[in-house]
T-cell receptor
């Protein structure tokens, strides 16, 4: 069974400050991990993903995330927040093909950037 | 070119009506999904089709019936709409083995 927990349904940061969005997962198989962003009234856009290999993955718009197996975490970071980063962020885990590539999403974190 | 498209984008209807939402992808993917996003932004998978075959059917009312005429299309028909069906419905697609899903822009359904 797989699940995702996103700590903090709302996060506020000042423009230029570090962004840290937390994601912890549970998975009975090697996980594939994803971060998606949803801008207001839009669909979900892939920010980055971890499947295998390097545990620090870089995504679009300056975001990155690190897979830490020992902590079962996949936190999303960005060194300096921009106003345009204000959106809803979803962490997701996927397992093996026999689950139909089923994604399990976290409950989302709404990021507010304060000017 | 739009990768995953949905029609309509907005749908307002009355309780008891029957409506359909359509989804098309031009990515050559073989697996498609329907998700429901509620007012609290929670995303819940409803159905998944692989090569026109239903492979995931989560616990949803049987008023919801998906249909996949071919690999590129997955439609969602909803009978006897209820107030609780109001939500944003997202279609997504993937290629088996790639583990990355591509989402459509969503259909905002409002039942009055």
């Amino acid at each position: 069974a797989q699940s995702v927990t996103q700590l903090g349904s709302h996060v506020s940061v000042s423009e230029g400050a570090l962004v840290l969005l937390r994601c912890n997962y549970s998975s009975s198989v090697p996980p594939y991990l994803f971060w998606y962003v949803q801008y207001p009234n839009q669909g979900l856009q892939l920010l980055l993903k971890y499947t295998t290999g390097a545990t620090l993955v870089k995504g679009i718009n300056g975001f990155e995330a690190e897979f830490k197996k020992s902590e079962t975490s996949f936190h999303l970071t960005k060194p300096s927040a921009h106003m345009s980063d204000a959106a809803e962020y979803f962490c997701a885990v996927s397992g093996a093909a026999n689950t139909g590539n089923q994604f399990y999403f976290g409950t989302g974190t709404s990021l507010t950037v304060i000017p | 070119d739009t990768a995953v498209s949905q029609t309509p984008k907005y749908l307002v209807t009355q309780m008891g009506n029957d409506k359909s939402i359509k989804c098309e992808q031009n990515l050559g993917h073989d697996t498609m999904y329907w998700y429901k996003q509620d007012s609290k932004k929670f995303l819940k998978i409803m159905f998944s089709y692989n090569n026109k075959e239903l492979i995931i059917n989560e616990t949803v009312p049987n008023r919801f019936s998906p249909k996949s005429p071919d690999k590129a299309h997955l439609n969602l028909h909803i009978n006897s709409l209820e107030l609780g069906d109001s939500a944003v419905y997202f279609c997504a697609s993937t290629l088996a083995g790639s583990y990355e899903q591509y989402f459509g822009p969503g259909t905002r359904l409002t039942v009055t």
